[in-house]
């Protein structure tokens, strides 16, 4: 687990979920979108009121000896992307078909499966520093093998965060930070969202993460801002 779930999150994983995006469209078009929730724009599940708790991690592997807050799971997207996969397999289905099974089926299915799986086993926490990264059982996840350094990242270096498609709706939690050494800025989506083009339009430059919403995202919010962590209010 010390490096899977960060090369899936920072690579693999983004490009699945912006699939995931669009076949969510999709399904909402053929008049499927009653079945997401308010709650958090769930596609199903999570307590509304779900809140960050605090704990003090109880071995010396840990990312710190203060209490944190841990954000609470949320199993939403990967019991979303189950169903999806489901929906293109179930009789009697308007998306049934041999193609959308090997196509849509199959690798949702699959990637629900490893959604749930990250869930049970990941955590996003918030301690007097820092917003991090880590193991259920609070330990560390080990250095991000994609742009190097510890899976934590202080408040200061913030300067953009958001949830897309949107709050209400997280498939993908984003966040720009600038404690990532320079000369890495640039690796992967960061070449477009630091290009001259986003700079003019009012990007900070920085070095861009996507994560899928694994947590509860209203308790993360909540916590991005009593922190202060920066982000560019979009007019």
């Not at 059982?137 to 200061?156: A, L």
């Not at 890495?184 to 700079?199: C, D, L, R, T």
């Amino acid at each position: 687990m010390r490096c899977m779930g960060i090369i899936s999150y920072e690579q693999a994983t983004m490009k699945t979920c912006f699939a995931l995006l669009g076949l969510v469209g999709l399904l909402v078009m053929l008049g499927d979108a009653s079945a997401f929730s308010r709650s958090g724009g769930a596609l199903t599940g999570t307590p509304r009121a779900a809140r960050a708790v605090s704990v003090r991690p109880a071995n010396k592997t840990s990312l710190s000896v203060s209490p944190v807050e841990v954000i609470p799971p949320s199993y939403d997207l990967a019991l979303g992307s189950l169903a999806l996969g489901a929906a293109f397999g179930v009789p009697g289905s308007p998306l049934k078909s041999k193609l959308s099974a090997i196509l849509g089926g199959i690798p949702l299915l699959l990637f629900g499966l490893f959604l749930a799986f990250q869930t049970t086993t990941l955590r996003f926490t918030f301690d007097d520093d820092a917003f991090s990264l880590v193991k259920a059982d609070m330990s560390s996840s080990g250095e991000n093998v994609v742009v190097g350094g510890e899976n934590s990242w202080k408040y200061s270096s913030f300067v953009n965060r958001d949830y897309f498609p949107s709050q209400s709706f997280p498939i993908l939690v984003y966040f720009k930070e600038t404690q990532t050494p320079k000369e890495m800025w640039n690796v992967g989506p960061g070449e477009q969202a630091n290009s001259p083009e986003a700079i003019a339009k009012g990007a900070v430059p920085g070095q861009v993460h996507f994560f899928p919403a694994i947590g509860a995202v209203d308790a993360m919010e909540n916590a991005f801002e009593a922190h202060g962590c920066a982000k560019i209010e979009t007019k």
